[in-house]
């Protein structure tokens, strides 16, 4: 879990205006919200992976969770941006209190 581009990327709202600069027709206005809509469930369906990946990543060692640490962090960050889900946002924060502690931020 490098990166959270792709579980953003769902998130993200398809502009009006296309990336051509030109209006969307109504059929491609139409197949992005069915799209839209997908992926929305696609979130529902991501949130307890996300939760077990991040729960996994809390419950490892000290020096194991620290030598992870530049990989987790930015999806973390971006997480919290973007995430509306209590118990992904709990977890992310649990995981930054752990941050904070073992860099004795706290």
Not at 14 to 20: G, Q, V, Y
Not at 90 to 103: F, Q
Request: net charge neutral.
């Amino acid at each position: 879990m490098h990166s959270t581009q792709g579980y953003s990327s769902i998130l993200r709202h398809k502009p009006i205006i296309n990336k051509k600069g030109r209006r969307s027709s109504e059929k491609e206005s139409e197949k992005e919200t069915v799209q839209e809509s997908f992926e929305v469930n696609d979130i529902d369906h991501w949130t307890g992976t996300v939760i077990s990946l991040l729960n996994m990543y809390l419950n490892l060692h000290d020096d194991l969770f620290t030598l992870l640490l530049p990989a987790i962090y930015p999806a973390c960050t971006e997480l919290t941006v973007n995430i509306t889900d209590t118990k992904v946002r709990n977890t992310v924060k649990a995981i930054l209190e752990r941050v904070a502690s073992i860099k004795n931020i706290i």
